[in-house]
């Protein structure tokens, strides 16, 4: 980990891998230190604002005393939340191929593990998610649509996610959910905050 000054009200964190990201975050939650008052985890940083008049030096010491487990946290400082997903995607069949498992082995690993919210990113509400089933790892598309529908269910790379609105994307969409992502009605308005525990439920038991 590097960890570099940003600002007078914040410290960067640079990581290797989203998966130092999130433990690292995770412990930064745990640890609940009085002067920081947000973690904002990206692809491979972790932002870290502190209170007005922190004296940065002495958090940066306590932030690089820590010493994250492999495994992470409890995770008693985060919610889990279940979506339900119709497995009815376009790019069902081709995640399939590439991965070299069957339509319901790919539903069944999808649904099979646990994810973590990341980061967000992209757009509101839009959570990338990751640690979950090694072979779902597949490339993005070679050329993105145009326009993809609220609730599609998407893999890239490392990640899973769900389109919160209507926009262009160039995901392998494996299904849909109708889980609303985004609601500036509610609070908060993303239905998934980083470090949010997900997990896949297939909504017509397909597999």
Partial sequence: MNLLPYGDRALLA???RVED???WSDA???V???SVVDIVPAARTVLVVARPGTDLARLRRSLGALRPSAGGGAHEHVAAVEIPVHY???DLAEVAELTGLSQSEVV???TGTSWRV???GFTPGFAYLSGGDARLRVPRREEARTSVPAGAVGLAGEFSGVYPRTSPGGWQLVGTTEETMWDLDRDPPARLSPGCIVSFVD???IA
């Fill in 14 to 16: 640079e990581f290797d």
């Fill in 21 to 23: 990201v999130v433990t």
């Fill in 28 to 30: 930064v939650r745990d």
């Fill in 32 to 34: 609940g230190l009085d």
């Fill in 88 to 90: 009815d995607g376009a």
């Fill in 108 to 110: 069944r690993a999808h």
């Fill in 118 to 120: 990341a980061f967000g």
């Fill in 203 to 205: 909504a017509d038991g």
